[in-house]
């Protein structure tokens, strides 16, 4: 089991930046395309973008041209560069290995315990 460990949320204004890490323990991060999810309150968790192993990238429209995700597989973490937020960023953020299900990627391990993003002035 691959535990999982995200962090750099903070509270931020509109139009501010961030960026988070997710740092994966054991030695086979590098085998698995990795994912960042969101999750506002009183909303469902859902992928934000994801990065294979050989470094292709893919965004949910809400977030395309103002995150990029990246991976060290030296270090073992993912990263989410946040630009240009706006309020409605505001969510607790995971990451998590990816998997293909019958019809959508779906996440492999045990959530971690995720990292709080607030936009707001």
């Known amino acids: 089991q691959v535990q999982l460990v995200e962090s750099g949320g903070d509270l931020v204004q509109p139009g501010g930046s961030l960026r988070l890490s997710c740092a994966a323990s054991?030695?086979?991060?590098?085998?698995?395309?990795m994912g960042w999810y969101r999750q506002a309150p009183g909303k469902q968790r859902d992928l934000v973008a994801f990065?294979?192993?050989?470094?292709?990238?893919n965004y949910g429209d809400s977030v395309k041209g103002r995150f990029t995700i990246s991976r060290d597989n030296a270090k073992n973490t993912a990263y989410l560069q946040m630009n240009s937020l706006k309020p409605e960023d505001t969510a607790v953020y995971y990451c998590?290995?990816?998997?293909?299900?019958?019809?959508?990627?779906?996440?492999?391990?045990?959530w971690g315990q995720g990292t709080q993003v607030t936009v707001s002035s």
């Open positions: 054991g030695s086979i991060f590098g085998s698995f395309l």
């Open positions: 998590n290995a990816l998997a293909w299900g019958s019809t959508n990627w779906v996440p492999r391990f045990d």
């Open positions: 990065i294979t192993v050989a470094g292709t990238t």
